[in-house]
C-alpha cells in the first residue's frame, strides 16, 4: 500500500473508534399493556400480530436493539428512526389517541405499507418485518372498520 493509503486508511479507523464514543439514547419507556392497541384491538388480532412482527421496532415502547444497532453509524441511524418512528405512530399508546386520530392513523399506516413506505430500508436489515399482501390488507381492513368517532 502507499502511504498515503495507509494513512487515509488509520484515519478512516481512527474516526470510526472515535464514533463509537458517540451513543445515541436507545430506550424503551415503561408502557401500560392496557393502552397499547395490543389490548385495545378486540377483533382485529391479525392487525395485533402484523404490529407485533413488523412495526414493533420503530412504532412502539418496545423496540428490539439488536447488537448492530450498538455500533456507530447504524447506531445514530436506528435511534432516529425509532424517535421519529414513535412520533408518527406508538402502538404502545394506541388510547392517547382519539378515536378519529386512530382512524387517520390506520389509514396512513394503510397508505404507507401499500406504497412500500413501511417497513421500507428497515426489512433490509430484519427481513422478517416485511409486508405480505395479506399484511397490507389486514391493514387496510382495520383502517376501513375503525368504529366512527364517539362509538369506542
Request: one cysteine or more.
Amino acid at each position: 500500500m502507499s502511504r498515503r493509503l495507509n494513512r487515509a486508511v488509520v484515519v478512516f479507523v481512527a474516526v470510526l473508534a472515535a464514533a463509537q464514543l458517540v451513543r445515541p439514547n436507545r430506550t424503551n419507556p415503561s408502557t401500560d399493556p392496557n393502552h397499547s392497541i395490543q389490548a385495545r384491538a378486540g377483533a382485529a388480532r391479525g392487525l395485533v400480530a402484523v404490529v407485533d412482527r413488523s412495526c414493533r421496532d420503530c412504532h412502539t415502547n418496545a423496540t428490539v436493539w439488536p447488537w448492530y444497532t450498538q455500533v456507530a453509524p447504524v447506531s445514530w441511524v436506528m435511534a432516529s428512526a425509532v424517535t421519529k418512528g414513535r412520533e408518527a405512530i406508538n402502538f404502545s399508546e394506541w388510547t392517547a389517541y382519539t378515536p378519529e386520530q386512530q382512524r387517520k392513523l390506520l389509514t396512513e399506516s394503510c397508505r404507507d405499507a401499500s406504497t412500500g413506505k413501511m417497513p421500507g430500508a428497515y426489512a433490509l436489515l430484519r427481513p422478517e418485518t416485511r409486508l405480505s399482501t395479506g399484511d397490507i390488507a389486514t391493514i387496510c381492513a382495520a383502517a376501513r372498520t375503525m368504529e366512527p368517532a364517539g362509538s369506542q
